[in-house]
């Protein structure tokens, strides 16, 4: 292949002062992003370090106050901070729009203009979240844990031509072979850290660029010997992310198929407000970190929405773009002490159990971050 592309990262040496821009989004997102900075601001005082918060707004706020869902202003601080955190955009007062003053348009355009290219989605169902999954228990076994690498700037989002004339519609769905490169490589070198293992999904039997990125990672997976590489069609992954979700590691895919498959596997963890996303691009760049969820403007200003996706997502930042991988292992162990000590928000309830708010989950999480915190600073002494 051509000259070896660098692996998506963000910041890789911790500075004591971190310049984040902070997007919380539509409906439930100021709500969960709220408990989300409260996490990141502990981290930063135990760690003798200072965050700094540019806030502003996207989607269907920035429409409503700017009249554009993301102003140009917006993605020039985004591309000179260190980190941008976005919560979810969009609602049905803004669902009329078309074209670029879409909530989602603001989105893409964000990602596109921050050059992040791969899309990092964890899905960890641990025993204490297998109750509320509609999965049964004994198809998720001992635990999943699988990680999607989605192509996050190419694909049908983004290839040209695209529209709409008369009563026809275009959307292009367009690869080179470097872009899959820069993608493979990002999955490989996860697998390596984790059980050696990658799916790459495409759908090779039908689409020529599913045939090219099939050729390109198969190429990549030359480099990995340790790294074991099976292809799967995207309908038989989606049949098998339900059915035995264990056997996946690493599944490695293009936008479109990925955006789908990721949000089907938050159903085996019973809930989208559990999963966090990290989207990573060159070195040196600032990466972009979302929870999965939507807006969710149906319990907006409820206080009922999980915050565990946000906080998590803060876990994602802390050590991909904040150089901070301990403290990021701290808040996540600390999300499965509060889960384990029995709280719950509506959307992980199960029957007979009694669900807490956003602010009451926020709350226990931050406490269990403390003890850890505490715990490991004593360690050090």
Request: proline share 6%.
């Amino acid at each position: 292949m051509g000259s070896t592309p660098e692996p998506a990262t963000g910041v890789l040496e911790p500075k004591t002062d971190m310049q984040l821009v902070w997007l919380p989004g539509d409906g439930v997102g100021p709500e969960v992003a709220a408990e989300a900075e409260q996490v990141l601001e502990q981290c930063a005082a135990a760690g003798g370090w200072r965050v700094h918060f540019d806030r502003d707004l996207i989607g269907g706020a920035a429409i409503d106050a700017l009249g554009t869902p993301l102003a140009e202003e917006t993605l020039e601080r985004a591309r000179a901070a260190d980190a941008v955190f976005k919560g979810p955009v969009g609602g049905p007062r803004w669902d009329h729009l078309r074209g670029p003053q879409r909530c989602e348009a603001g989105l893409l355009r964000l990602r596109q203009g921050l050059e992040v290219y791969a899309n990092l989605r964890p899905t960890i169902v641990t025993p204490q979240l297998a109750a509320c999954s509609p999965v049964r228990p004994e198809v998720l076994g001992e635990g999943v844990d699988l990680l999607i690498v989605r192509e996050l700037t190419g694909g049908a989002y983004f290839g040209q031509p695209k529209g709409l004339v008369g009563d026809r519609a275009v959307d292009t769905m367009a690869y080179s072979a470097a872009e899959v490169e820069r993608l493979a490589r990002v999955g490989f070198e996860a697998a390596l850290l984790r059980r050696r293992h990658v799916t790459s999904v495409d759908k090779a039997n039908v689409l020529e660029s599913s045939r090219l990125w099939r050729d390109v990672v198969s190429e990549v997976a030359r480099d990995y010997p340790d790294v074991r590489l099976e292809h799967q069609l995207v309908d038989s992954c989606a049949m098998l992310l339900i059915t035995h979700p264990t056997r996946f590691d690493v599944i490695v895919t293009e936008n479109l198929f990925g955006d789908i498959l990721s949000d089907e596997a938050g159903v085996l963890a019973g809930s989208l407000g559990v999963l966090p996303s990290a989207s990573l691009g060159h070195p040196g760049r600032p990466g972009l970190y979302e929870p999965v969820h939507g807006a969710a403007p149906d319990i907006a200003g409820q206080g009922a929405a999980n915050p565990i996706a946000s906080i998590l997502t803060i876990a994602l930042m802390l050590r991909h773009s904040l150089g901070r991988p301990e403290q990021a292992a701290a808040v996540e162990g600390a999300v499965a002490d509060a889960l384990a000590a029995g709280l719950r928000t509506r959307d992980i309830a199960v029957r007979g159990e009694t669900a807490v708010g956003t602010a009451a989950m926020g709350e226990a999480v931050r406490a269990a971050l403390a003890r850890r915190l505490r715990t490991a600073q004593a360690g050090r002494c």
